[in-house]
């Protein structure tokens, strides 16, 4: 079962939530506030860890204390480092540093730090505990949370990895503060999609609760669907578009921004094939529109290419498919004309050109 409290912070008045995934031995709380770093000796004390290793793409001060000894290893979010090279640095600083498998791995950053250190953690003696200290808002509400880990190749994004859940995952409000202005657009995307997939109205709600909203839902898909055998597609709302989209601007959208037009999309794909009527077409439009984040295609990319683009979507084993709401709520929906499909991103609003 997943829940989701307010109770009163030990260290401070602020409010706070906690959600818990329920994966039986393996469950692990989300704790989501400002200063909840500071939960982070307890966290480790009650894993009996007596080494802790703190991999951080922030800076010393912002970086959270163990209160074990500890080696703190300086990195950088991006991409560019997201790689197999990345995890082996990281298991050799392991080794130098004498860290067993009864210890703690801490990763601070944004997704692709977590990423990167979880898989790290996953493969190092078969399995060390890793907490996630997420620093981004997409990373917050989606990356760290779930226990998918992985690593870009050559090839393409995130094709290898590993499921390794974290011991414990501690959502600090603090570090976004200093989020630039397109990291809150790359989370708010995420957010913005909960409402489609069973999040409550999160509407004009703090951004606390906002958060805490976006993770209890997603820990309720993952401890019914851990490994991706069904339900956890739903998560990838908006996405088969909003990934085409990335690649057509050669990533010059982030990807929550490709996710909000993707989810626009999704509304009226699923509006042209029947499965929802015009109010939630149009509702999709408008919640998108309430974060103050695109709804328009941009002005370059052709139908076509993404059209082409979807069709190597890693979804699509059955022609182009799509994560679409219906009368029974969201589902896989393979197969889909792609007249259909052309003629409803034709149709799409544009952003001006320039
Ligand atoms: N494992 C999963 O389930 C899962 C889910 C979603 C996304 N991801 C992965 O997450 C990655 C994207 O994560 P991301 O958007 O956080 O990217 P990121 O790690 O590249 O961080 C984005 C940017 O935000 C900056 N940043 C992070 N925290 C900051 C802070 N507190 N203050 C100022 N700047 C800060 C970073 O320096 C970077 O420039 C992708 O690699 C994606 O594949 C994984
Ligand atoms: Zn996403």
Redesign the pocket.
């Known amino acids: 079962m997943t829940t989701s409290t307010s109770s009163p912070a030990a260290s401070s008045a602020a409010p706070f939530r906690q959600v818990t995934v329920a994966l039986a031995e393996r469950s692990y709380t989300v704790h989501i506030g400002h200063g909840v770093q500071r939960l982070l000796p307890r966290v480790v004390s009650a894993l009996g860890a007596r080494k802790a290793v703190v991999v951080t ?2 800076p010393p001060e912002q970086t959270p204390d163990p209160k074990v000894p500890s080696l703190v290893v300086s990195t950088r ?3 560019e480092a ?1 790689d197999l090279a990345a995890v082996t640095d990281l298991c050799r600083r392991f080794v130098e540093f004498g860290l067993t498998r009864s210890d703690v791995v801490v990763s601070c ?5 977590t ?1 990167t250190v979880g898989l790290a953690a996953a493969l190092y003696h078969r399995g060390t505990p890793v907490v996630h200290v997420p ?2 808002l ?2 917050q509400v ?2 760290s949370v ?1 226990g ?3 690593v870009n190749l050559p090839e393409g ?2 094709l290898v990895g590993a499921y390794w859940q974290p011991a414990a995952v501690l959502c600090d409000l603090d ?2 503060t ?3 202005e397109r ?1 809150w657009r ?1 989370g708010l995307g995420e957010i913005a999609r909960c409402h489609f997939i069973g999040a409550p109205d999160l509407d004009g709600l703090p951004l606390l609760d906002q958060i805490a909203a976006s993770v209890t839902l997603k820990a309720g898909i993952v401890a019914a669907d851990e490994r991706d055998a069904g339900l956890r597609h739903i998560l990838n709302y908006g996405h088969t578009l909003g990934h085409a989209l990335e690649r057509a601007t050669g990533f010059a959208l982030r ?1 929550g921004e490709g996710v909000a037009i993707g989810t626009v999309f999704a509304g009226r794909l699923a509006g042209a094939l029947g499965r929802i009527g015009p109010g939630r077409v149009a509702e999709h439009h408008d919640v998108v529109a309430r974060y103050g984040l695109p709804t328009a295609l941009p002005a370059q990319v052709s139908v076509a290419e993404l059209v082409e683009l979807m069709r190597l979507d890693k979804k699509a084993t059955d022609g182009l498919t799509f994560v679409l709401d219906g009368p029974d709520g969201p589902g896989l929906v393979p197969g889909i004309p792609e007249d259909t499909v052309s003629a409803t991103l034709a149709a799409m609003p544009r952003e001006p050109a320039g």
């Open positions: 793409a922030r979010d991006g991409e997201k950053g944004g997704g692709t730090t990423d620093t981004s997409l990373a989606d990356a779930g998918k880990t992985a994004k995130n570090h976004l200093t989020l630039p990291e790359n990807h």
